[in-house]
C-alpha cells in the first residue's frame, strides 16, 4: 500500500461528493438497512474506486455511501472484505484507511456474529468491550508501515470508552438487551467446530466472527476512535449443536437489526 494508492481513491470520492464526512460506519452480514437513514445519498460503487478490493460475497452489497445521518455527514460502508475472500489483512483494511483519509473523526462497526456465552441468545446484541486475533496475522505487518502511524500500535484499549459508555446508556433508554463481551476473530469461512467452540469459550470469547478485527487495529493505527456492535445471529453451544444455514443467520440478523439501527443513530446524535 502506498500513500498514491489512498490518494486516488480519495480524489475519486471527492469527485463523488464525498466531502469531510465525520462519522465512518462499517456495515456487516444482513445489516444493510443503515444505509435507508441516509438523506439524499451519493454512492459510489467499489469497482469504480481505485484501487479498492471488490466485495465477493453474494449478501455483501459493495459500495460506499455518503450523506447526512443523525444530522452529521457520513461515510457507510455497505459490504465488507474478508481474508477468507482471498484478501491479504492490508486489503481487508485499505477502506478503513481511505474513509480516515476523507476525514472521519469517528468510527461505527457492526458484524454478524455467533454466541459462545451461554447466556446470550440469538438475535441479541453485543458491545464488544475486547477482542481476540486468531486470523494469524495483522493489518500492520507491511514494509512502510510506519509512513502511516506508529509500527508498535498500542491495544491495550482497543474500543473508544466514550462511544461505549454511550451505547449503554443508550440500551437501558431505548430497552435494547446490549451484553458486552470479547469477540475472537476467525479466518473462515468454514464455522468451527464443536472443539474449537469449546476452544474459543475457554479462551475468553463471548461471540465468534470472521471481521472486524483488522478494522478495529487499523483504527487504533490511525488513532480513530472506533466501538464496535455484534448482532448475534446463532448460538454456538457445542453440547447442542445445530447445522448453520446462512438464510436463517441473515434472517436473524435482519429482524434484530433495527435495534442497531436505533443504538447507532442515537450515538451519532451525542457524539
Known amino acids: 500500500m502506498t500513500s498514491k494508492q489512498l490518494e486516488a481513491s480519495v480524489d475519486y470520492l471527492h469527485s463523488k461528493g464525498f466531502a469531510e464526512p465525520e462519522i465512518g460506519i462499517v456495515l456487516g452480514s444482513g445489516l ?12 459510489a460503487h467499489y469497482h469504480n474506486i481505485p484501487n479498492f478490493p471488490l466485495a465477493t460475497v453474494e449478501f455483501h452489497s459493495g459500495k460506499l455511501l455518503y450523506g447526512m445521518l443523525g444530522g452529521k455527514k457520513a461515510v457507510v460502508m455497505q459490504g465488507r ?48 468491550d ?52 470479547v469477540y475472537v ?3 473462515g469461512p468454514q464455522l468451527e467446530t464443536r472443539a474449537e467452540y469449546r476452544m474459543l469459550r475457554m479462551l475468553g470469547a463471548d461471540a465468534v466472527g470472521m471481521s472486524t478485527v483488522p478494522e478495529v487495529i487499523v483504527a487504533n493505527h490511525l488513532k480513530l476512535p472506533v466501538v464496535a456492535v455484534s448482532v448475534l445471529t446463532d448460538e454456538c453451544d457445542p453440547d447442542h449443536l445445530e447445522p448453520v444455514r446462512v438464510a436463517e443467520i441473515l434472517a436473524v440478523a435482519a429482524r434484530a437489526e433495527p435495534n442497531l439501527v436505533k443504538l447507532f443513530l442515537g450515538l451519532i446524535a451525542r457524539i
Open 185 to 187: 476473530s476467525m479466518t
Open 32 to 43: 444493510g438497512r443503515m444505509a435507508d437513514e441516509i438523506t439524499d445519498p451519493r454512492v
Open 130 to 181: 475486547d477482542h481476540i486475533n486468531l486470523q494469524g496475522g495483522s493489518p500492520l505487518a507491511f514494509k512502510n508501515v510506519s509512513e502511516f502511524g506508529e509500527r508498535f500500535a498500542d491495544m491495550s484499549r482497543p474500543y473508544d470508552s466514550a462511544m461505549s459508555e454511550t451505547l449503554a446508556a443508550l440500551a437501558v433508554e431505548f430497552k435494547i438487551d446490549l451484553h458486552r463481551g
Open 81 to 128: 472484505f474478508h481474508l477468507y475472500e482471498g484478501y491479504d489483512l492490508t486489503e481487508v483494511t485499505y477502506p478503513i484507511r481511505v474513509m480516515h483519509q476523507l476525514g472521519i473523526k469517528k468510527l461505527l462497526i457492526s458484524n454478524a456474529a455467533g454466541a459462545l456465552n451461554p447466556q446470550y441468545r440469538k438475535g441479541q446484541l453485543m458491545l464488544i
